[in-house]
C-alpha cells in the first residue's frame, strides 16, 4: 500500500504531471516497480478522486517513457480503462489521458496539470477513432491481454473501476448479508497482522477451521503487490490457502456474481508481479503443478498468461537488481551475485515446469531466451538456453 508521503504526492493538484512523477522518483525507497504497483492499487480504489487517478496514470506512464509503450508493464491497465471507458462512453480526464498515452502523445502531457486536461468534443472525436488493435496484439504475443471484448459489454452495465486487466465493482455491505459478526472482525485482524508477523500455529488453525465455513472475509483482503508479498514471506502457508480459496471462488454459492470472477482476475493479476523469491516460486510451482491439492480454479490457459507475466516481470526487476548508491556519485552498481541467485531460482522454476508437463519449451522460447541470454554468465542460464535450443519444430514437447 503505498505510505501517507506518496498519497500526498499523487493527491497534488498544484503541480505538472512531470513534477509529480519527479518528486515520486526522489521519495520512493526501493523497488520503483512495486511502488508504482501500489499507485496503481491507491487509484483503482472506488474513492480514489480525479486528481489521484490522472497523476498516478501518468505516473506509470512516465516511469518507462524511455521505452516503446508496448514495453510498459502497466500497458494492459491502460488498454482495459480505455476499452471499458469506451463501451461506458465515460469522458473522464484520467480516461482522456490515457487515452492521449495511447496515442502515442503521452510526452505532451508533461507540462499539464489536471486542470489543464480539457474534455473537449474534438479532442473527445479524435479519440474515439483511437485504433488500439496495435496493442491487443501486442498484448497477446506477450501472454498479457488480460481482458477480452466479448466481456465489455458487460463490464460497460456495471459500476465499475478498471484495473490492468480487472473490473473491481463497488459492492455494499448488503452484497453479502449481515454485518460483520465479532468472529469476522477476528480474523480480519488476523490478516492484518499477517503481512507484518508470523502468526502462531494455533492462530492459522484457527483462521482455517473459520474459512471452511465462511470465506466471505476474505472479500476484504488486501491484494496489493506489497501486502501479498509480506504475506508469503511471514506466513506462506496461509497466503497458499487464501490464493487458493480465491481462484476458487467462482464455484462457491456464498458468493454474489460477479464477485467469484472478479477475484479471479485480481488474484492473477496480482501473482505476475510479486518478487521472484524462493517463497513466491514454491508457492506459483505448486498452484501451476499441483492445482488439485489446493482444489483451485487456475485453467490451463490461465496458468499460460499467469507464467508469460511473471517471467517478463521477473526478467526486467532481475537486470535491475542494483547495490546501494555510491555515497559520492550516487550511481548504482549492477549486483551481480543478486542477479545470479536470481536467476538461478527462476531457472529451477523453469526447470520444475518442465519436468511437471506443464511448460511447452516452444510456447515459452522467447521468454526463456529473454531471460537467459542477457545472464549466459550463469552457469544454469546457459544449460536451459542450450536445452531451448535444441528443441526443433517437429517436437515441441518436453517428454
Not at 5 to 22: C, G, P, T, W, Y
Not at 148 to 161: P, R
Amino acid at each position: 500500500m503505498l505510505g501517507p508521503e506518496l498519497i500526498q504526492i499523487i493527491r497534488r493538484e498544484d503541480l505538472s504531471f512531470a513534477e509529480v512523477a519527479a518528486i515520486f522518483r526522489e521519495v520512493v525507497s526501493g523497488d520503483l516497480f512495486v511502488s508504482a504497483c501500489d499507485v496503481l492499487s491507491a487509484i483503482e480504489a472506488p474513492l480514489a478522486t480525479d486528481i489521484e487517478k490522472t497523476n498516478g496514470e501518468y505516473i506509470l506512464y512516465s516511469l518507462y517513457a524511455d521505452h516503446e509503450l508496448s514495453m510498459n508493464p502497466f500497458l494492459a491497465h491502460f488498454v482495459a480503462v480505455w476499452k471499458v471507458a469506451k463501451a461506458r462512453q465515460t469522458q473522464e480526464k484520467n480516461v482522456v489521458l490515457i487515452g492521449l498515452i495511447l496515442s502515442g502523445k503521452g510526452s505532451e502531457l508533461a507540462p499539464l496539470t489536471l486542470s489543464k486536461v480539457e474534455v473537449t468534443p474534438s479532442i473527445i472525436f479524435q479519440l474515439q477513432s483511437l485504433d488500439i488493435s496495435p496493442y491487443d496484439h501486442t498484448l497477446s504475443v506477450q501472454g498479457r491481454l488480460d481482458i477480452d471484448n466479448e466481456s465489455i459489454s458487460d463490464m460497460a452495465t456495471m459500476d465499475t473501476h478498471s484495473v490492468a486487466g480487472t473490473v473491481t465493482t463497488n459492492f455494499s455491505s448488503s452484497t453479502f448479508g449481515t454485518e460483520a459478526t465479532a468472529t469476522d472482525e477476528i480474523v480480519g485482524d488476523y490478516f492484518r497482522r499477517a503481512s507484518i508477523e508470523e502468526l502462531t500455529k494455533a492462530e492459522v488453525e484457527n483462521i482455517m477451521n473459520y474459512l471452511q465455513n465462511d470465506t466471505l472475509p476474505l472479500l476484504s483482503l488486501d491484494l496489493s503487490i506489497s501486502t501479498l508479498t509480506e504475506m508469503i514471506k511471514f506466513n506462506s502457508i496461509l497466503t497458499r490457502l487464501v490464493i487458493s480459496i480465491l481462484l476458487e471462488s467462482p464455484k462457491r454459492t456464498e458468493y454474489a456474481l460477479p464477485v467469484g470472477e472478479i477475484y479471479v482476475s485480481r488474484i492473477l493479476a496480482t501473482l505476475p508481479y510479486l518478487p521472484a523469491n524462493l517463497q513466491t516460486l514454491e508457492l506459483l510451482n505448486l498452484l501451476i503443478t499441483q492445482p488439485a491439492i489446493l482444489k483451485n480454479a487456475l485453467t490451463a490457459e490461465d496458468a499460460s498468461t499467469l507464467v508469460h507475466a511473471f517471467l517478463a516481470n521477473a526478467t526486467r526487476a532481475t537486470e535491475s537488481l542494483g547495490l546501494p548508491a555510491n555515497a559520492i556519485t550516487n550511481e548504482v552498481a549492477i549486483d551481480r551475485a543478486a542477479q545470479a541467485r536470481q536467476v538461478q531460482l527462476l531457472c529451477l522454476f523453469i526447470q520444475a515446469l518442465l519436468r511437471n508437463n506443464v511448460m511447452n519449451l516452444s510456447e515459452y522460447f522467447y521468454d526463456i531466451q529473454s531471460l537467459c541470454v542477457n545472464f549466459l554468465w550463469v552457469p544454469e542460464a546457459a544449460e536451459l538456453f542450450k536445452l531451448a535450443k535444441t528443441v526443433t519444430a517437429e517436437d515441441h514437447e518436453i517428454k
